[in-house]
Each structure stands twice: as structure tokens, then as C-alpha cells.
């Protein structure tokens, strides 16, 4: 009896254990290769700006308030100034430097657009205020 019992928990101890050890994903991977995501900032007007993969359409785009035109690691401490904390992450400064833009109906504090290349606009979200 006391066999039985020991072959059946070992059993359930195995298959428990094989069920819970998902497949991580790639992202999760380098996460934990790198031990941090890659992350793009810039700043301009003393508030530094999260970029993320949403694209802007051009007719939400309004005027352009300045460029960025220096790379930095790993965030950016100046304005005008672009980041990246790791070295994998996207180069945005291309000749003559990045092109900041105001979205319409949007406070410059929220949000602005950099223009990566032509007809490709990326959202950049607040981050934080320029130390």
C-alpha cells in the first residue's frame, strides 16, 4: 500500500513540475540576457520622452519644434539628446539629426513625434522631467 501511494504523489510530483515550466518567450529572453529591456529615450524641452512603436499618420502630425542630433548611452542627460541603455537598441540619429514634431491636439508635455525616416513617425511618450 505504502508503495502504491509513493509511486502515485511521485507521479503527480512529475507531472506538476513539467506543466508549470512554460516556454519562454524572446522578448523574456533578453530580458533576462540583458537583465533590462531596451529602452529609447530622448529629451527636448527639459522633459525626457519615452519612444514606442506606435506610428503617427502625417495628417496628425502639426509643426516642428526642433531636432536631436547627439547619441548617447545609456540615457540621455542634455537636451536635444537620444539614448539607449543598451547597445542593441535602434540607431535614430541619421545625418542632419532627428526631427522633432507636436501632434495636433496634443500638450507638447504628453507627447511629441520623431521622424525616423521619411514618411515613418514614432510617438514618443513622457517619461520623466530632465534632471
Do not use: H
Amino acid at each position: 500500500m505504502n508503495k502504491k501511494v509513493f509511486y502515485i504523489v511521485l507521479t503527480l510530483i512529475i507531472i506538476f513540475s513539467g506543466c508549470s515550466s512554460a516556454p519562454q518567450t524572446e522578448s523574456r529572453k533578453d530580458e533576462l540576457e540583458y537583465g533590462k529591456t531596451v529602452r529609447v529615450t530622448l529629451a527636448w524641452n527639459d522633459t525626457i520622452y519615452e519612444l514606442v512603436t506606435e506610428s503617427v499618420p502625417i495628417d496628425k502630425i502639426d509643426k516642428e519644434i526642433g531636432v536631436v542630433n547627439k547619441q548617447v548611452s545609456p540615457y540621455p542627460t542634455q537636451n536635444g539628446e537620444v539614448g539607449r541603455n543598451t547597445p542593441e537598441g535602434p540607431m535614430i540619429i541619421r545625418n542632419g539629426g532627428g526631427k522633432l514634431y507636436a501632434i495636433k491636439d496634443v500638450s507638447q508635455q504628453e507627447q511629441i513625434v520623431i521622424e525616423l525616416s521619411k514618411d515613418e513617425y514614432r510617438k514618443c511618450n513622457f517619461f520623466t522631467k530632465l534632471q
